[in-house]
């Protein structure tokens, strides 16, 4: 059963990844959240003793800078691939992991999404 806290953090990081174009939400049979777009997951949220986490494509780069903040993690079994991940994230981890959820977004989407992304957004 999820707790009020774990719902809270799910609903903020569902409103996030569902507001990005084509975004989709995928549950599956252990009750991990995965947001994919075209096919291509982004963000996995889950719970566990230790309470949620949340888990995103990154890059190299930004996977070793995160790594040496206190509350950031490799995530287990895909971390090799870039992914990283946070456990119970307090509120004032939001902006900054709104940021990492589009950056994560922007590694999966396709190119013509990220194009039409960046002409929105002047990148």
């Known amino acids: ?3 009020q806290n774990t719902e809270a953090m799910l609903e903020i990081a ?5 507001a990005l174009p084509e975004a989709v ?4 049979g252990f009750g991990h959240n995965t947001f994919k777009i075209r096919g291509k997951s982004f963000v996995i949220s889950g719970e566990s003793e230790e309470g ?9 780069e930004t996977q070793e800078l995160l790594l040496q903040k206190e509350n950031f993690f490799k995530t ?6 870039g992914w990283v991940s ?6 004032g981890d939001w902006d900054e992991l709104t940021y ?10 396709p190119k013509r999404l990220v194009k ?3 002409e929105l957004h002047k990148k």
């Open 52 to 60: 949620f986490s949340l888990s995103f494509k990154s890059d190299r």
């Open 76 to 81: 287990p079994y895909i971390g090799h691939h």
């Open 86 to 91: 946070i456990q119970n994230p307090d509120r």
């Open 116 to 118: 039409k992304w960046n």
């Open 1 to 3: 059963m999820k707790s």
């Open 25 to 28: 939400v995928h549950i599956d």
């Open 100 to 109: 990492l959820i589009k950056e994560a977004y922007l590694r999966a989407a």
């Open 14 to 18: 569902r409103n996030i990844c569902l």
